[in-house]
């Protein structure tokens, strides 16, 4: 019998997914992009207590995330060295198949905004504030254009 992080693995590498959520029968998965899908789940206020999770990226933002999220164990395909020491400080298993000093932005030219909002954060709920405020910049960027 597969575990859940195995399970979520699979369900990764064989879908058209950025996210997968295994605890057992019960299985989540998201298409959408960056932190949105975990921030989705957050704002819920679901507790994931129980669950594994399986992702395409995860920076030091979405652990965080993960860490509000009460999630057992991550697999990244990449993972940014500060997202591990999250993690592991919040003894969280994590598993990847190749770490990054920081996780770039979608156009390669720089670091991702959300784990440059997060980079000299320590604590999870101060990471959620930090980045809800860069959300909001960024939506107004958007709106300016």
Do not use: H
Not at 100 to 114: D, E, F, L
Not at 124 to 134: F, T, V
């Amino acid at each position: 019998m597969k575990t859940n992080l195995e399970k979520a693995k699979e369900i990764l590498k064989n879908g058209d997914y950025t996210l997968v959520l295994c605890r057992g029968d019960e299985v989540i998965t998201s298409k959408e992009r960056g932190v949105k899908p975990l921030m989705g789940l957050y704002e819920k206020g679901q507790s994931l207590s129980g669950f594994s999770a399986a992702d395409k990226v995860v920076g030091k933002a979405a652990a965080f995330l993960y860490v509000l999220l009460d999630i057992d164990e991550v697999y990244a395909c990449v993972l940014s060295e500060r997202a591990k020491q999250v993690l592991e400080s919040a003894r969280i298993k994590a598993e990847c198949d190749c770490t990054v000093p920081s996780i770039k932005n979608r156009m390669g030219t720089g670091m991702c905004p959300m784990e440059q909002a997060v980079w000299d954060i320590s604590s999870p709920e101060k990471a959620y504030e930090a980045i809800m405020g860069r959300l909001e910049e960024m939506k107004k960027a958007c709106k300016k254009q």
